[in-house]
């Protein structure tokens, strides 16, 4: 079974975007998704990546407007300004608790992706505060999850270990934005890139029929 990892934020607009492009490649391609959340501000800057609030007004201006073709390509509702978005001055940190619980469900067994999207879909479109842990608690609770669990599992050793092995790897392999899919140590950033994540997958299938 072939293993895709995906390096993320939980508060990326394109993770949430591409999610169900993603997991329909998953089940078609009957690859192992392997969930791994960063922290994207700490370590983007020193590969390369421009996070959105320190670009210059132009790109920001051209990125919104990049969201609304995507939504509506794709049909995915989503807001493009969401008012628990904190563009200006964030609190520092405020979307790392949402990574750690899709952690915890993945190393629990849990249907990671599941979590991992409703989270998204919660800030993005649904207009609620992922910062919040009682928001958490239900948006887990709402897709058949252990919310409290989960949320009492975010601050444990493992889970905040698996946390800084995820960045340090997305450091060691030059992860400069989200999503990006590592497949055997080849990058595709962005969900506009899952078509050639979808073909990648599909060759290494037929090489291996081929063996």
């Given at each position: 079974m072939p293993e895709l990892s995906c390096f993320y934020s939980l508060s990326s607009p394109w993770a949430y975007l591409g999610g169900p492009r993603l997991q329909d490649i998953v089940r078609r391609h009957r690859a192992r998704l392997v969930l791994k959340p960063f922290d994207f501000q700490e370590v983007v800057p020193r590969t390369g990546?421009?996070?959105?609030?320190?670009?210059?007004?132009?790109r920001r201006?051209?990125?919104?407007?990049?969201?609304?073709?995507?939504?509506d390509y794709l049909g995915v509702?989503?807001?493009?300004?969401?008012?628990?978005y904190p563009a200006e001055n964030p609190a520092p940190g405020w979307n790392k608790p949402a990574g750690f619980m899709v952690i915890a469900a993945q190393q629990a067994g849990l249907d990671a992706f599941r979590l991992s999207h409703a989270i998204l879909r919660a800030l993005w479109a649904e207009e609620r505060d992922i910062?919040?842990?009682?928001?958490?608690?239900?948006?887990?609770?709402?897709?058949?999850?252990?919310?409290?669990?989960?949320?009492?599992?975010?601050?444990?050793?493992?889970?905040?270990?698996?946390y800084?092995?995820?960045?340090?790897?997305?450091?060691?392999?030059?992860?400069?934005?989200?999503?990006?899919?590592?497949?055997d140590g080849e990058l595709f950033w962005g969900q506009d890139r899952l078509d050639f994540v979808d073909r990648a997958l599909a060759r290494r299938a037929w090489d291996a029929r081929g063996a």
């Open positions: 990546g421009v996070p959105i609030r320190t670009r210059p007004r132009p201006a051209y990125h919104a407007v990049e969201l609304a073709r995507w939504r509702p989503l807001t493009v300004a969401p008012r628990h910062a919040d842990p009682a928001v958490r608690r239900a948006v887990a609770d709402e897709n058949g999850l252990p919310g409290e669990a989960l949320r009492a599992a975010e601050g444990s050793a493992p889970v905040q270990a698996e800084r092995r995820n960045g340090a790897e997305a450091e060691a392999l030059g992860v400069f934005g989200s999503p990006t899919l590592v497949l």
